[in-house]
């Protein structure tokens, strides 16, 4: 083996900090099974031989956007036929079905509408606070906080302690895409940028709201703006500790602008996955989103670095349209036999990673 990759093995051994060259270098190595062996080794450091998961429900209040991403195929113009808005008796009637699966979580994102006021989406916060009151909304995207701001005039702070108080309990990672600005100008120019995604996450870490993080990758960017999209978040973590986990999310390219670019390899993916393991040293947890890599990938990620396989989704719009072939959701049973085939031990966790329940075999 190189000399260079025994280095990047003992620092890893020894829990130092890998420097963006080191990154570099792990993503044009070719032994996929060393990368794993090393990801996995910083997990079963962080949280030993358990497997995460949670009980929860997405939930997308409109797909009417005006910002139209070149790489989704989720949101569409309002006067799309297949253009919808919920109201708010809908959100909390999706919420309250989700309570006999033991939800504990409900994930709520939508598109950057042209006409809702800042009122409708604090409403829909309130509603589900009254009518289901034990549950964790870890709701919009820092993009859409940032839209909330532009329509309301408020400031970030002021929006994030209106939602707070409304009963938002953390923000979910999306709109991360990868930072770079030349990425972001190609594809997605209309909203918010890499710099503000950060600004806003900081905020709310500050405010004593966790987060998520995630990066979309397999697109038009380089390698070098993914790793640079990694070292971005581990600054972050380094100054607030307020990320929980990082999601790497595969591009789906079918009905999108950018449906001539070819869908990530297993290869790539659990390539992806690891390295994030591997550059992330300050974040806890990697999370596999089943829905995008695949269930089959999600059960082998688990040994490229990956501790949380994320919840039972139930309903997914975004993956979905640019043409997943996963199901919507999964059953608690299923992830826990997942989980088990693959050696690990599962752990209901809530939002917020409390251990809920730890689970062992011919039990549920
Ligand atoms: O922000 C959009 C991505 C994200 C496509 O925080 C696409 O726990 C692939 O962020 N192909 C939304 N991806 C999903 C998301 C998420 C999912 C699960 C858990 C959490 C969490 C967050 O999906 C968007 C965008 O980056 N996306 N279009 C596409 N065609």
């Not at 990425?183 to 890499?194: F, H, I, N, P």
Request: net charge negative; glycine share 6%.
């Amino acid at each position: 083996m190189d000399k260079l990759y025994k280095d990047i093995e003992l620092k890893v051994n020894n829990n130092l900090r890998l420097s963006k060259e080191e990154g570099l270098a792990l993503m044009e190595c070719q032994d996929l099974l060393f990368l794993g062996k090393l990801a996995r080794e910083v997990k079963l450091r962080k949280t030993g031989r358990k497997a995460f998961f949670n009980v929860n429900r997405h939930i997308n209040l409109t797909n009417i956007c005006i910002s139209r991403c070149k790489f989704c195929a989720f949101g569409v113009d309002k006067n799309d036929a297949k253009a919808y808005v919920m109201s708010i008796e809908e959100v909390v009637n999706k919420g309250l079905e989700a309570l006999p699966q033991g939800a504990t979580e409900l994930h709520i994102v939508s598109g950057l509408h042209p006409e809702k006021s800042f009122s409708y989406y604090l409403n829909v916060i309130r509603e589900v606070r009254k009518h289901i009151p034990n549950i964790h909304i870890q709701a919009f995207t820092a993009v859409e906080i940032d839209y909330f701001a532009q329509i309301s005039g408020l400031s970030i702070k002021e929006v994030l302690q209106q939602l707070k108080e409304a009963g938002l309990g953390s923000l979910p990672g999306g709109g991360a895409e990868v930072f770079s600005s030349r990425v972001r100008q190609e594809l997605c120019a209309k909203k918010a940028s890499g710099e503000r995604w950060l600004e806003i996450m900081e905020t709310a870490h500050r405010m004593g709201l966790r987060t998520n993080a995630t990066m979309l990758f397999g697109h038009i960017e380089t390698i070098e703006e993914r790793i640079d999209h990694l070292i971005k978040l581990r600054e972050l973590q380094d100054k607030t500790g307020g990320f929980q986990s990082f999601i790497p999310l595969p591009f789906h390219p079918a009905n999108t602008q950018l449906e001539n670019i070819k869908r990530t390899t297993a290869y790539e993916e659990l390539k992806m996955i690891a390295v994030s393991r591997l550059m992330l040293d300050n974040f806890d947890h990697i999370k596999a989103f089943w829905i995008m890599l695949g269930i089959p990938l999600a059960q082998i990620s688990l040994e490229f670095g990956v501790d949380d396989l994320d919840g039972t989704v139930v309903e997914e719009k975004i993956t979905h349209a640019a043409g997943a072939q996963t199901k919507e959701g999964i059953s608690k049973e299923e992830l826990l036999e997942l989980i088990f085939t693959a050696g690990y031990i599962p752990v209901e966790r809530d939002t917020v990673y409390n251990e809920l329940k730890i689970y062992e075999r011919n039990e549920t």
